[in-house]
């Protein structure tokens, strides 16, 4: 039984080496994940912690996405899911991904991550978009010859 | 609509195959394959399999001779434990005499399991401490010292004085 | 007709597929043979029905009758055939009834291959199989119907994400599938070995060569996702640790431990019952990956939309299928009893054991970071996650051990190696490791984690190169062959041996082209025609990218701007690359999508993104006014390696999995001992041309004397 017991003191070795590195990994990367009213809130309670790195979530303001062609700059502004008066201004020096649509056929969903400058400004260094409601939808049925059959709205 | 009547179609075919063996009492087959491995030939192998490894490793000089010799024993012992098995329960199935050696053939396990047989039954004992070794050793498995070298040994004991 | 067929097929294959299911379950358990008969011709006949139903789907699309709903949401008049085709497997319906037909068309294909094997245990894993099955076929019946109709029928359909329109939708998703379901038979046997008793190895034998084939694919699938991402994306990236990246791994991981572990099993009839848990754990984590997709539980680009019902639905199987399985594990553990002990902790074993940990270790932490969102947001209220940062900080380290223990385990040996001879067997290897390590220091490799790879990688591969020389030397010498022949010889007489060292190989290519990424390099700029952009490769070149401009073309249901560029390398002119922004009209409202530039070479890739342009490009102005644009170029050194090791590996899997040289002869029965394996599906220990006796008996007379 004495080899059973190494055994088990190598899994105990190997279980505490990953769980070290783990909580070490856990502690030194993870971020908040926020909205904007909630970045906003804790940007004005304690400024100093924004300049770690925060993950934000939020809707794309249509027809607020600036881009040109004379630096790879984007910038765009993000509302709060909850309360559209709370913006977020976003600065983004890389490419965007190919689902970012801010012609606000769709609602689009931008998870990004970058930190929160003294500015006002959300600096960010990674952006997805998420188009929910996209690509699964009914149709609207065909509308009847005659004009009586008002059955009410589309459905988007 | 015009599914309707392939569906039903496809319906009774697949009932009627399904049912097919219940109305009719065919049966599959729940019994051993004869040519299938029973359990101890299959350690039989697993423990030829070892057997060659060990080889290997000794050749590639993983192995030190003494481990190598005594692992050799050990897991050779393993192997005729299994065949004697593997005897046993064709006796348990009334199949008299069956014999190891296949004529002439230096492929196929029969072969291999006499010349294993052989060597391990008609092995050498050690005069230090009474271990038996395999035919060819030239060393105790057990207590290492230096074992007489057998005369008219057919195997290529090479060098052989 | 055909798609309405299908409906009628996918409602036939339910109530067969339970009947089956308890037929089998009855039928094992009386020892009515008529009864197990049924239950396996249930099977061929949900598959037959399940092939149906997916030909059906395929009709329909292929039909453009977008009066199903199905249809309608995936597919347009004026999508190319290929995509119409994999719209099969483009949705969460059509999706579910794939994985049924992949399982079905896997069950009966271990029914087939056991039809004369295994006659004790196949009932309950028909039973098993065909449980799963239902459960499947219930799902597209009841919760996600791909039969389901409008009512009406629209002109056109809403199209397919342009970003799915690329070859990759054909490829990669069916061999994920493939990956995942394969997986279901090894389980079922381990259900059936438990349920029956029979405990034995020859269980493992008979899922072993399933488990790698399942491996096969569900690494080909990886690579295959990882080759997309970097190809369609367009960030230069091939793995972003997004949750169901995570969750197409973590299979993968166990599964890997598994391959391993089963070898301590064979030859020493140690960890059954780890073996067991492995087994299980493996096929848990496809219905955990599973889960994890399509409930959406936890934000991903992948995953299909939030699902309650279905996340419900998953996780009770997930808990199902663990509880029973558990049950029967406890219930049998007193036959699952090691047939002997670890005899020194420095032997194979013992590297084969520690690689399992830490394997395991990695999928814990995988899980963990996974669901970290889920977990913090359940036990405090706000949300934290963690990211590719977290990821990478857990797995490099242990990554780099895994890469160690490659290569020391070929070289310790089974049960017990002589710490003397590991000195002498490591001496070269080491010494490899140091002078890589001191070449690469002193030529400015400084990254830690990077040069750790490349000594880590070069002892590996020294180990393994060593290893196929001596055995080919040593074969040569004893059957007296020349080396090519010998080494030939050497690897089809055990595939699995020398098959698992090639995947290693692979494996080792791969890491290095992992590492590669601490060397990246990236320029963004804007440009005007004429103007050129430099670039460093770390290698030492220096890039020169000069735009040549911007063109527009229309092709049907797209819009394409294409801006062109030649390169220069250190001053000579190598060719041309180019970079595009399409914008795809079949999709309402259109969408734009980037085609970025990759140029490889053996050791980088020279990869050029066209980032923002002007919108009257895209709307088909050439007015020079326009042709201003910004670009990003990226140098990704050593990610080709990537994608040759993934070839590697394939190989070395592919030669693992070959059947044997050669079916042995069935011996006569009188006589003898009918001793020779069936050989199919019966791997590893059969005596044809594994174990063979001119192997044996040459080598026990050469090392006489």
């Known amino acids: 039984m004495g080899r059973d017991r190494r055994f088990f003191a190598g899994l105990v070795g190997v279980a505490a080496v990953v769980t070290y590195l783990i909580y070490t990994g856990v502690s030194d990367t993870m971020v908040y994940y926020l909205t904007p009213s909630e970045l906003l809130a804790r940007a004005a309670a304690s400024p100093e912690t924004m300049e770690q790195g925060v993950k934000v979530s939020g809707m794309l303001v249509p027809g607020s996405h600036v881009h040109s062609t004379e630096e790879l700059l984007h910038t765009f502004a993000v509302e709060d899911p909850n309360d559209a008066s709370v913006l977020l201004n976003v600065e983004f020096r890389h490419p965007l991904p190919d689902t970012f649509d801010d012609s606000g056929e769709l609602e689009v969903e931008v998870v990004m991550q970058g930190r929160y400058l003294a500015g006002g400004v959300f600096q960010a260094t990674e952006v997805l978009t998420k188009c929910g409601s996209r690509y699964e939808a009914m149709p609207e049925p065909p509308q009847p010859a005659n004009a009586e059959a008002g059955d009410g709205g589309m459905i988007g | 609509m015009s599914a309707i009547i392939p569906g039903v179609l496809l319906a009774l075919a697949a009932v009627f195959l399904v049912l097919h063996p219940i109305l009719t009492g065919r049966e599959a087959s729940m019994e051993w394959d004869k040519e299938e491995l029973t359990e101890a030939q299959h350690r039989r192998n697993v423990a030829l399999l070892a057997l060659r490894d060990v080889e290997y490793d000794f050749h590639a000089g993983k192995l030190d001779e003494r481990d190598y010799r005594a692992m050799k024993q050990e897991i050779s012992s393993e192997a005729l434990d299994a065949i004697d098995e593997e005897e046993a329960e064709w006796h348990a199935r009334g199949v008299e005499g069956v014999e190891l050696a296949v004529p002439g053939a230096s492929e196929g396990l029969e072969a291999e399991i006499a010349a294993l047989r052989a060597s391990i039954r008609e092995g050498i004992v050690c005069p230090q401490c009474g271990h038996p070794n395999p035919r060819g050793s030239r060393f105790c498995g057990d207590c290492g010292s230096a074992l007489p070298a057998r005369t008219g040994a057919t195997e290529s004991v090479a060098g052989g004085s | ?705």
């Not at chain 3, 949705?91 to 079905?104: E, H, T």
Request: charged share 10%; glycine share 10%.
């Open chain 3, 1 to 705: 007709m055909i798609p309405a067929l299908g409906e009628v097929a996918l409602w036939i294959a339910l109530p067969i597929s339970i009947w089956g299911c308890v037929l089998a379950f009855l039928g094992g358990r009386w020892s009515r043979g008529d009864l197990v008969l049924s239950g396996e011709r249930s099977t061929f006949a949900v598959t037959a029905l399940l092939s149906i139903a997916a030909l059906g789907v395929v009709v329909a699309f292929m039909g453009d009758q977008f009066q199903y709903w199905y249809v309608y949401n995936y597919s347009s008049t004026n999508l190319h055939p290929y995509y119409k085709f994999s719209g099969l497997w483009a949705g969460q319906r059509g999706s579910l009834l794939f994985w049924g037909l992949n399982l079905s068309l896997f069950s009966s294909l271990a029914l087939w291959m056991n039809r004369s094997r295994n006659r004790d245990l196949m009932p309950y894993v028909n039973g098993v199989l065909l449980a799963f099955l239902a459960f499947f076929i219930s799902i597209s019946l009841f919760v996600t119907p791909p039969f389901e109709q409008l009512g009406f029928t629209p002109t056109d359909g809403r199209g397919l994400n342009p970003q799915l329109q690329n070859y990759w939708m054909t490829i990669h998703p069916p061999t994920m599938y493939l990956g995942f379901t394969s997986f279901t038979v090894p389980f079922a046997f381990a259900m059936s070995a438990l349920m029956v008793g029979r405990l034995d190895a020859r269980w493992i034998q008979a899922t072993r060569k399933w488990i790698l084939t399942s491996w096969f694919f569900l690494s080909l699938a990886v690579i295959f996702g990882m080759r997309w991402a970097y190809e369609e994306l367009g960030w230069g990236g091939y793995w972003f640790w997004d949750p169901v990246e995570n969750a197409s791994l973590l299979p993968w991981l166990v599964a890997t431990a598994f391959l391993h572990s089963v070898m301590i099993q064979e030859s020493t009839g140690m960890l059954k019952v780890w073996n067991m848990g492995l087994v299980v754990l493996t096929f848990l984590m496809t219905i955990f990956a599973t889960f994890l997709t399509r409930s959406g539980l936890i934000e991903s680009v992948h995953s299909f939309a939030q699902n309650l019902t279905i996340a419900w639905i998953f996780l009770g199987c997930l808990g199902v299928t663990g509880g029973v399985a558990l049950v029967l594990i406890i219930w049998r553990l007193p036959l699952l009893s090691s047939d002997r002990q670890f005899e020194s902790m420095l032997s194979r074993e013992s590297a084969f054991l520690l690689n399992n940990l830490v394997l395991l270790g990695v999928a814990f932490a995988v899980t963990w970071g996974t669901l970290f969102p889920l977990i913090t947001e359940g036990l405090t209220g706000s949300k934290v996650s963690v990211g590719p940062p977290f990821f990478n900080q857990v797995n490099i380290p242990i990554g780099l051990i895994l890469l160690a223990l490659m290569g020391i385990g070929p070289v310790i040996a089974w049960r017990r190696a002589s710490p003397r001879n590991l000195r002498r067997n490591f001496l070269f290897p080491c010494a490899v490791f140091l002078g890589i390590l001191t070449i690469l220091f002193s030529v400015g490799v400084r990254h830690f984690y990077a040069l750790l790879t490349f000594s880590l990688g070069a002892f590996v591969l020294t180990v393994i190169v060593v290893e196929f020389w001596k055995g080919t030397r040593a074969r040569a010498r004893i059957e007296e062959e020349n080396s090519f022949t010998a080494f030939v010889h050497l690897i089809r007489r055990n595939r699995r041996r020398w098959g698992g060292y090639i995947v290693h190989v692979g494996v080792v290519i791969m890491f290095m082209g992992f590492a590669g990424t601490a060397y990246d390099r990236e320029v963004r700029q804007s440009m005007v025609p004429g103007e050129t952009l430099t670039i460093q490769s770390p290698f030492g070149y220096e890039y020169a990218l000069t735009y040549q401009g911007l063109s527009t073309t229309l092709v049907p249901s797209m819009r394409q701007a294409i801006a062109l560029f030649t390169v220069q390398k250190d001053g000579v002119d190598i060719g041309s690359i180019t970079t595009e922004r399409q914008l795809v009209l079949a999709v309402n409202p259109p969408q734009p999508i980037s085609q970025v530039g990759v140029r490889s070479t053996l050791v980088e890739d020279l990869y050029l993104i066209l980032a923002t342009v002007d919108d009257a490009v895209l709307l088909g102005s050439n007015d020079p006014q326009f042709q201003r644009a910004t670009f990003q170029v990226l140098v990704n050194p050593l990610v080709p390696w990537i994608w040759y090791g993934g070839l590697i590996l394939a190989t070395g899997a592919l030669i693992g999995l070959w059947p044997g040289a050669g079916a042995p002869t069935r011996s006569a029965r009188m006589g003898s001992r009918g001793g020779a394996s069936t050989g199919t599906g019966a791997p590893g220990v059969g005596p044809n041309g594994e174990a063979s006796s001119t192997d044996l008996s040459t080598s026990v007379s050469a090392t006489v004397g």
